[in-house]
């Protein structure tokens, strides 16, 4: 049995609102240089959603994106340059969007560490969360 949730987000200054209707399964805190350097931080952490189960609810005409990589574009606030979202050309009916954006304390599955061979080397890992080198091509069972 499949449960929905409702999601709900939003940027820093609010211009940018979205939903999300769908049960969570994937929850990751990427190390990788590109989420690093765009999230200014030693990770960024993304759920993984189906892009029909989200919906913007305002300001859609204030994203920009730009390209990280070949594949992969990111979506981000051009008033105040929250990141919204990641989405990845060889997967595109998935949305990777910014934990951080959510709204209140949604319920979210256990997350991964991905892309620590590629961590910041000033960065060290103090949890019990499950940890791949690169990334994983299923969380399945774990």
Known sequence: MQIMVKLKGNCECKKVSFEINQEIKYFSHCHC?????????????????????????????????YSSSELCKRLFCENCGSNIMFFDGSKPDKYYVSVGALSGNPKLPKAHHVFVGS???????????????????????E
């Open 33 to 65: 240089s590109q989420c690093r350097r765009s999230h200014g931080s030693a990770f960024g952490s993304f759920i993984e959603v189906d892009s029909s189960s989200f919906k913007y609810n305002s300001g859609k005409k204030n994203i920009k994106s």
């Open 119 to 141: 961590m910041a080397s000033w960065f060290e890992i103090n949890d019990n969360l499950k940890k791949h080198k690169t990334l994983p091509t299923s969380f399945k069972n």
